[in-house]
């Protein structure tokens, strides 16, 4: 990264803007943490001009139905004082004809509300407004559920003043009326209520339900004629004028942007001054474009000691989407080494040893791919990889789909006897090579942060401390002896090792005396020696602690292995004989459920041995992302 600084007249900083953010290569910081205050540059202050107006154009293109991401910019579009007064009368017409169209729609809504009420009582061929006049009976209409219906014509079959007129039914009850002398009204109510009559209320209207329907019918169409019209007046505007506005559009949506960056400046008087960060990558075409106006003094530096610069990731093509992972624990800080590559490797590989299975495998490849490309997961670009290395591993330990003999002729005709691992004939062989894989992986961890502090050059760090050449020291010849323990014979010779531990251990023990002198140029004695030995004594002990757990913890790779294999071997079994259709709806089933459950944990335990076993050694993933400005 490159820091820049830019001094120039404040009444050209919109120019000056559009000049950095152009090709999307620039990070802007807040220019006043990059100056003293006793220069007196002050924030700028002021309200954007063309927010309110760009949100116009926004809310005007919604209520037309119409995108503007085809926007094509017109030569010589002016934002001014003409366009606003063009906008706001083109949104005026918009939005009366968009009130109508409102209109229209809540009649339409109103006239298909009714129709459902009415269609519920077309048995009457009395007209409403009849009812609704008389002076001495006040209709109720409504449902009354079949039990109420039943309990009405035993219970209340004699009484004169209760009358029903059921007009439709369903399975529920009946849609009918009452109707109750007023003297009577609220006894009657009482009743039906009792019965658990529901009342539905219904507008007056002239004629029989019959008549009113057809008419709502008829005003229905006549509401849908007059929404086709406007609807075509609406389409009309937007041919005359949508090209106009999809430009205006962008040059507001460039404008609105540079003057959101306004406020990474600072002024006094008639000058400003605006900073931020370039790829080194860039510079050259950067100085070349801001050559073009003299009116600003651009200094162009590598970054100070103690800044903080940000992070911009650039991978392969195979390592790039596990930048997704990376993030999710933190950026490497500037200057850091960049172990999206390390993270691609590693975990491509541990889960497709914990997962290998040719068949399971092409069928993760295939759903990440198609995840990727029809809905663009993330995590579909790393199903990908790893559905691949299963693929790899799967063929390794002979099974498609749980099926173990499926791949023997392709054994046999490239040479081999049969399959060259068998997972639940070689447990043991399983979980030595889990600790293998183990140690390797923790050794590179702590190489890699070796080369981390030499970057850093915190030379004393890199060579005295538990995760750097004393750590790799103690942690190899702490190996090969158990290694040797396990196997009586070890890699190399035990003698070595066994100095090779004592000598790293004392270093760690001594490490807060010799790190200091590298680092800061300087011994630092001890304040009490008791103290220091107690201290440097547990820490030791954690230090070797913190070796074996780690290491210990990729027997969960060899575990893995096994329940896989475990968890085939139970579909097999509960699907008996595979030739018939129930067996195979079994084997389909089984490896449905592996694929899902176990893909998942073994997905979140390769994440587990990546975040807690290596990157605890060598990763502090305090970095902030490059986010370049865009105005356009």
């Known amino acids: ?53 760009f949100a116009n154009i926004r809310e005007l293109a919604s209520s037309l139905g119409v995108s503007l991401e085809d926007a094509k910019k017109i030569r ?105 002398p007023k003297e009577r009204e609220d006894e009657i109510d009482g009743i039906f209520a009792a019965l658990h009559f529901e009342r539905l209320h219904i507008p007056s209207a002239v004629g029989t339900t019959d008549d009113i329907i057809k008419s709502l019918e008829e005003n229905i169409e006549l509401i849908k004629q007059q929404q086709a019209e406007l609807d075509e007046k609406i389409k009309a505007i937007w041919e005359r004028e949508g090209e106009k506005i999809k430009s205006l559009y962008l040059k507001l949506m460039e404008l609105n942007a540079v003057f959101e960056l306004r406020k990474y400046a600072v002024h006094h008087e008639k000058s400003c001054f605006f900073v931020g960060w370039i790829p080194a990558s860039a510079e050259k075409k950067f100085r070349k474009r801001l050559e073009k106006y003299p009116e600003f003094v651009t200094e162009i530096e590598d970054p100070e000691k103690n800044s903080s610069p940000p992070v911009r990731l650039k991978n392969f093509l195979f390592s790039r989407p596990y930048t997704y992972f990376v993030k999710m624990y933190g950026l490497p800080s500037y200057g850091d080494i960049d172990i999206t590559a390390f993270v691609a490797v590693t975990y491509t590989l541990l889960f497709g040893i914990m997962f290998g299975d040719v068949g399971q495998g092409l069928v993760l490849a295939l759903g990440g791919l198609l995840a990727w490309k029809l ?20 063929f390794m330990f002979g099974s498609v789909f749980g099926f173990e003999e499926l791949l023997d002729p392709v054994y046999h005709a490239i040479g081999l006897a049969s399959k060259p691992l068998s997972v639940m004939d070689s447990i043991n062989t399983v979980l030595l090579f889990a600790i293998a894989i183990g140690v390797a992986l923790v050794a590179v961890a702590i190489i890699i942060s070796i080369i981390t502090n030499v970057k850093k050059k915190k030379f004393g760090t890199a060579l005295f401390s538990e995760n750097g050449l004393a750590g790799l020291v103690v942690y190899i010849g702490g190996a090969n002896l158990a290694y040797a323990f396990m ?72 575990a893995f292995v096994i329940v896989h294999a475990s968890m085939m071997m139970v579909v097999f079994t509960l699907a008996g004989d595979t030739s018939t259709v129930k067996g195979m709806i079994v084997v389909v089933l089984g490896n449905i459920v592996v694929i899902a459950l176990e893909g998942l944990l073994t997905g979140i335990q390769g994440l587990r041995l990546e975040f807690y076993e290596m990157f605890s050694r060598f990763y502090e993933g305090e970095g902030r992302p490059f986010e370049a400005a865009k105005i356009r």
């Open 375 to 394: 809905k663009k997961i993330e995590l579909g670009k790393i199903l990908v990889p790893c559905g691949v290395s299963s693929m790899f591993f799967g």
């Open 76 to 180: 010589g579009t002016v934002v001014d004082e003409r366009a606003k007064e063009y906008i706001s009368s083109v949104g005026e017409t918009i939005n009366t004809l968009g009130e109508e169209r409102k209109n229209l729609t809540e009649q339409l809504e109103e006239c298909r509300d009714g129709i459902e009420k009415y269609s519920h009582f077309t048995g009457l061929d009395v007209g409403l407004d009849e009812i609704f006049a008389c002076k001495f009976i006040c209709p109720r209409f409504g449902f009354l559920p079949k039990d109420g219906y039943l309990k009405l014509n035993r219970g209340y079959a004699e009484n004169p003043y209760i009358l029903f007129c059921p007009c439709s039914s369903n399975d529920a009850g009946y849609w009918g009326a009452y109707f109750a």
């Open 487 to 558: 196997a009586k014979k070890g890699i190399f010779p035990t003698s070595i090792s066994t100095v090779m531990l004592l000598v790293g251990v004392v270093i760690l023990f001594c490490k807060e005396l010799l790190a200091p002198i590298l680092d800061e140029g300087k011994f630092k004695k001890p304040e009490s020696i008791g103290d220091f030995i107690l201290q440097n004594l547990f820490e030791c002990i954690e230090y070797i602690l913190s070796y074996f757990s780690n290491t210990v913890s990729f027997l969960r790779v060899g």
């Open 1 to 53: 990264m490159k820091f820049v600084r830019i001094n120039g007249p404040a009444s050209q900083l919109n120019k000056l803007i559009t000049a950095c953010c152009l090709d999307g290569n620039f990070h802007p910081e807040y220019a006043g943490n990059f100056i003293s205050q006793s220069m007196g540059y002050a924030a700028l202050n002021e309200e954007n001009p063309y927010f309110q107006l």
